[in-house]
């Protein structure tokens, strides 16, 4: 009996995505959105960030805020010296856009309807820093994920409001930091991953090399949204502007996922830095169990991360 190869590998149902954008994600292993989040909520995370980074307002849930060690230096503060604040899911204002309906259901085009976010993030990158404190070297993010197959991960990554030096909206571009993918590398391996020389950003690890491959400088507006898998080889070039360039990130996997142990293998220096970073928040976890803290139900029954997406 003929047999006849698998159309659809990366992505599991048309219900919110044409046939196109589908096999665009199939080839390419991203695809964009323009304007997918209203300005509303992002007006609202945005402005959420800035509180927390003033102290205005405390953030609910554990997140973390990530100083940029150089702008500490030069004795900046609040929005212009925090790059990023990770792990805002039990936070009711962040929370919205992990849940927003349009973003959700691309997800679910992708990683069917059972969904768990388990990583997420608002990179904000101010101006006057470094170029190595200020870029996000090239990796793969699923070297990070204890869980999987890939195919069952995504990644949510929408442009929040930017500006110049003069105050004025901005897209994000190559002179501000935007990200940078390499289409069709969701199809390879997973490559070896290292501090690159100068990075001192905890767990900004990079892959070198692929200076031939083909890359693709994605330019967004706010509101602007790319999915993305999490074996494509993507990163971003440093802030350059006297602006901002701000962006927000939620990673989604299958709740039925599986998961892996890192213990014995070349991953396990990067577990064991982040089981340390959660330590000194008084969260002491394993690896693995440090993703299902972090993750919180979205969509369908809670599965594999019902120990901890419940605890609300
Ligand atoms: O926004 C950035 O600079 C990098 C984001 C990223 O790597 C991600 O969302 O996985
Ligand atoms: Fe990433």
């Known amino acids: 009996m003929e047999t006849y190869p698998q159309k659809f590998k990366y992505t599991k149902n048309s219900a919110f995505l044409t046939d196109e954008q589908r096999q665009f994600y199939e080839d390419n292993g991203f695809i964009v959105f323009k304007k997918l989040i209203s300005d509303e909520i992002l007006d609202q995370c945005l402005q959420r960030f800035v509180d927390i980074c003033t102290k205005k307002v405390a953030p ?4 973390i805020l990530m100083k940029d060690l150089e702008l500490a230096k030069t004795g900046k503060t609040a929005e212009h010296l925090y790059y990023k604040i990770n792990d805002f899911l039990y936070d ?3 929370f919205q856009y992990a849940v927003y309906k349009k973003l959700v259901d691309v997800v679910s085009s992708i990683i069917g309807n059972n969904i768990t976010a388990t990583h997420s993030m608002l990179i ?5 820093s470094t170029c190595d404190a200020s870029r996000h070297p090239m990796h793969q993010d699923q070297y990070y994920f204890p869980f999987g197959p890939p195919e069952n991960v995504v990644a ?6 930017t500006i110049n030096e003069k105050n004025a909206l901005e897209t ?9 993918v390499l289409p069709g590398t969701h199809k390879g391996k997973l490559y070896h991953h290292d501090y690159p020389q100068g990075v001192a950003n905890k767990a900004f690890y990079g892959v070198q090399g692929f200076d ?3 890359r693709v400088n994605l330019i967004m507006n706010k509101g602007d949204t790319v999915f993305f898998h999490p074996v494509i080889l993507h990163g971003s070039g440093p802030n350059t502007t006297q602006g901002f360039r701000r962006a927000i990130s939620v990673h989604y996997v299958d709740t039925n996922c599986e998961f892996y142990d890192f213990m014995g293998t070349k991953r396990e220096e990067i577990a064991n830095e982040i089981v340390q970073m959660f330590a000194k928040k008084n969260v002491i976890l394993p690896y693995q169990d440090i993703w299902k803290y972090k993750g919180r139900l979205i969509r369908g029954p809670a599965g594999n991360f019902q120990k901890y997406t419940s605890r609300l």
């Open 92 to 94: 009711d204002v962040f």
């Open 172 to 180: 994000i571009n190559e002179k501000n930091g935007c990200l940078f």
């Open 212 to 214: 031939d491959h083909p």
């Open 124 to 128: 904000n990158k101010p101006p006057g």
């Open 60 to 63: 609910q849930g554990n997140t």
């Open 156 to 161: 949510a990554w929408t442009a929040l409001e």
